[in-house]
């Protein structure tokens, strides 16, 4: 008596990260499929041209100003993507009451978010391999061969920065509205660039309360500043290993623990 040969996807879908897996691959063609994505990859491209012409009227510093100017491009649309994107994988799920299909198969509420949260990465990094080749090309228009390499470390830690404000992103709309939820990701986004600033702002203060106040912002939304090197970059200096080691660790440890949250509360929502 034969049997068949079991089926490679199905005994893939069949284990936990198959799970994840799958709902990350669905996630990336969705989100793919979204023409927002492809709208901003090319405003980010036509800045980057814009930056050409600009450049040119700086005598000497054309590489420079497109770095700055191009960097900033790919971590502002970036952060677009990560916050709105991330906002509404969730929340789509919901209102759509996709959910109740997707719950009704042997997929936990871990393996959702989890993958969802994976989608999004993937989307995020072919969107900044996209955008980084724009403005490396612009780069090498203009003569600056040293530079076009040294961006990339640069745009590593940009990448990391935006997997952090996914992860905020998916936290903030497993429990609340998209549009709060976009508020409050965006509100971490610019606080988190500044957090390190306010420490030093409340100690300058000498009030206990603002020092308290302050120190509990730093330690609890992320210190974005450790992702920062962009006028760096600007100048040929390329992150040290030391560097892209620690803010590695550090986003990896604060997705984890976000992740964690994240599953926490959207174990708790009640779908009925």
């Known amino acids: 008596m034969s049997t068949q040969p079991a089926n490679p996807e199905a005994v893939l879908q069949s284990t936990f990260f198959g799970r994840i897996l799958t709902i990350a691959r669905n996630t990336f063609r969705e989100a793919v499929r979204d023409r927002v994505l492809y709208n901003l990859v090319l405003f980010v491209l036509l800045i980057t041209a814009s930056a050409i012409f600009l450049g040119e009227l700086t005598a000497g510093q054309e590489a420079r100003t497109i770095v700055n100017l191009g960097l900033g491009a790919v971590l502002l649309f970036g952060a677009f993507i990560a916050i709105f994107v991330g906002v509404s994988l969730v929340s789509k799920e919901i209102e ?133 090197f962009r006028t760096e970059t600007a100048h040929g200096l390329a992150p040290p290993a030391a560097m892209l080691a620690g803010a590695t660790a550090y986003a990896v440890v604060y997705v984890a623990i976000l992740l964690i949250v994240t599953i926490l509360v959207f174990s708790r929502r009640n779908f009925k």
């Open 96 to 228: 759509k009451r996709t959910v109740y299909a997707i719950f009704s198969k042997p997929i936990g509420r871990a393996e959702f978010i989890l993958g969802k949260y994976f989608g999004l990465c993937l989307t995020l990094l072919v969107n900044v391999l996209v955008m980084g080749v724009g403005v490396t090309l612009a780069i090498l228009y203009v003569g600056g061969r040293e530079l076009a390499l040294t961006i990339w470390g640069a745009i590593f830690l940009i990448y990391l920065e935006l997997a952090i404000l996914t992860a905020v992103a998916i936290l903030f709309s497993s429990f609340s509205s998209p549009a709060l939820s976009a508020l409050l990701s965006f509100f971490v986004f610019v606080i988190g660039h500044f957090s390190a600033s306010l420490n030093e702002l409340a100690k300058n203060l000498g009030s206990a309360a603002a020092v308290y106040f302050f120190r509990a912002i730093y330690y609890l939304l992320p210190n974005l500043s450790n992702f920062t």
